[in-house]
Each structure stands twice: as structure tokens, then as C-alpha cells.
């Protein structure tokens, strides 16, 4: 009876372990990156692991995926409920430090990446990833420090030259900056940043030919990246060919239609053919889009005084000034708005057509009579005057790594 009841538990306890292996076999592998087939397959796949079970493993394989994929806040969803599950994981860590720099928050992305180097990660994406973050925050020292380890370990890791380049350029050392960015491109040719950062640095040299050559090979490599095209306006827009800077930004806000910087380009081009009502449309989606953009309120303001919509333009004016009382070109629009406004709703005798007087004083010899014309009338213009040249221009084709 004692042996039958033994080999009874013994039974049970091998189904429950098969059970729990064909469980972790539902769990697929991550796919090769730019195999979409697989890709697709492995997230049904992991769904249904999580659908069934809800393992911490499913949860962080899916949210690598989602990264991949540019679904950034479901990935952060998912690597946040593996963490939740179990938090004693390193590469988790990990892999939430590459989601919230994705998702533009490095001081939140370093703490994860931290405690991912404390749970024993050692690897060179780790410290590459360290040494970005730290340059972001112009650490550039510790950045380095990191940037070397990930090298030592590593020596034909393409990105880690990127992250010596973009340290490199931000610290104005144009020549070393530009000897890493092509030894990242030997090592890793269809690494996007790298291009990116080419042509941004020729462009700002002024070797537009250079800077076009990189922007063809990286949008022969990645023919749908908005960012290629917006890259490839602003080399136009910089050297005067606006019609072919136009049609970059155009398929630029095409693949990606909140792309806000692109609309503020061209709202610039319209604006300077004086086709306000096109830069005002564009304009006007910028501010949609990203209402804290730099002294949008202004360039809206300046496109309905040109179209004569006073009261439209005193209100963006006004919200201008009290946002940013030293913009000078806001406090003069307001300034010509008022007084245009003034003209065009009062009756002011000043501004009445000159009239001949019925009668003539005939001048008296007792007292002499001015001549008024050795004298020359100035019209009064006040101190500052909103140019249609925008200093935005300059701000925007600086190098990528500088914003």
C-alpha cells in the first residue's frame, strides 16, 4: 500500500512538472530584429502565455517586443507588471531604461538602469545605455567612464563610437566627433542615429553635399523615418531651395502626422512668400500639437495683422507678452496691431483726406512766413520691428545631439 501511494505522488508531481514545462514552452524566444513575420507571431504567442497565466517572463518579452515595434507606453505598461511580479530581475530594469529613454525621461530611465547594474547586469548595451543617459544630463565624464566599459567588452560595438561622437560634439570637438560617427558606421551601418548626426554636422559646416549624400544612404536604408525627410528639408531650406525643402517636410508630416516641428518649417516657407494664410494654418497646427512651442503665439499673431484680422492678432500678441514679456517682436506686433485697429474702427481727423480750405490767409509782412519745405517729415517707427527673417531657422538646423 506504501509503495502504491509513493508511485501515486511521485505521478503527480511529474504531471505537475510537465504541466509547468509546456506552461514556459507557450513562452516563445524573441525574433531576429526586422523579422516582422515572426514578430507578429511571437506577440500572439506571448499574448496568449499572458492571457493563461500572466508570467512576469510573457510580460517582459512582450514589452521588448513593443519597444521594437515604437509602441512605447504599452511596452512601459508591460515591463512595469513584470517588475511587479518580480523585481529582483536585472534585465527587466534594463529593459525599462531603454523604454523611458525612449520615452524622453533619462533622469527616471538612469534610476532603472542603475538598479539593473546593481541586480548584476553586465553588459555593454548597459553601460552604452548608461553613457547616454549621463551625457544627456552633461555628465560627460561619467559618460565616458561608462562608454570605455562597454568598449573593453565589447570593441566592435558600433553604437558605443555614436555615444563617443555625440559627447565629442557637445563639447564642441567637431573633428573627433565626426573620426567616431564614421567608425560607428563601419561597425554598424544601419545604426539611424549615426546618419542623422552626419548630416546634421555637415550641414551646420556648411557642406551640404555631404550632408545630402548621408541623409541618401540612411533613407535608402530607412525609406518611411520621418525624421530622414525632416533632416533632408532642413538642408534645403538652409541653402534657399524651398520648393524641394517644402516637399521634405510635406512627406515628412505625411508618415507621421504629428510631427510639429515639420509644420513650423513650413508655416516658415509659407510665411515667406507671404501666403500668411497657409503659414497661419500650419502655424496654427503646431499649436495644436505642442502648445508650449517657442514663441508660436507670436508667429500666429504676426499672420492675421499681415491678413488685417486686428483683434485676432492683439489677442495672440497679448498671450505672447504675458508668456514672455522680453519678446520684443510680440510687444511691437501689439503695438501696430492696437494702433491699426484704432485707425480702422475711430474717426480720427488726422487720417482725413487733405482738403483744400476755401479761403487762403494771405501772409502778413509783419510776420514771416515758414517754409516748410527745406524741411524733411520722418514718420515716428517704433523701437522694435518683427522681421519676417526667423532666428527659428538657425535654432532648428543645429546638430540633433545639441537639443
Partial sequence: MRVYLLTFLLALVLAACGSDNRRTARIPPLPPPGDSTRTAAALRALTLAINQTSPASAFAKRAVLLLAMGRVNDALEDINRAISRNDNVGSYYLTRAQILRALQQPAKALESAQRAEILGVDTPELYTLQGDLLQQQNDFGKARLYIAKALQMAPFEGEAYFFNGLIAARQGDTTQALAHYQQSLRLKPRYLETYNQLAAVYRSLGDHPSALAYNNRAISYFPDNPRLYYGRGLIYHVVGELDSATVCYQR????????????????????????????????????????????????????????????????????ATRSNPADQQAAAGLWRSERRMYVQNSYNSLFLPETKPEKELAPTRSRPVLDTSRFRISTIQPKARLSTRSDSLQRTVRPIGGN
Avoid: W
Fill in 252 to 319: 515628412a508630416v505625411q508618415l507621421q502626422p504629428t510631427y510639429y516641428q515639420a509644420f513650423f518649417q513650413l508655416g516658415l516657407i509659407f510665411q515667406k512668400y507671404r501666403n500668411y494664410y497657409g503659414a497661419l494654418t500650419h502655424y496654427q497646427r503646431v499649436q495644436q500639437l505642442r502648445p508650449q512651442f517657442p514663441r508660436i503665439d507670436t508667429y500666429i499673431g504676426f499672420c492675421h495683422e499681415r491678413m488685417g484680422q486686428f483683434e485676432l492678432a492683439i489677442a495672440s500678441y497679448t498671450k
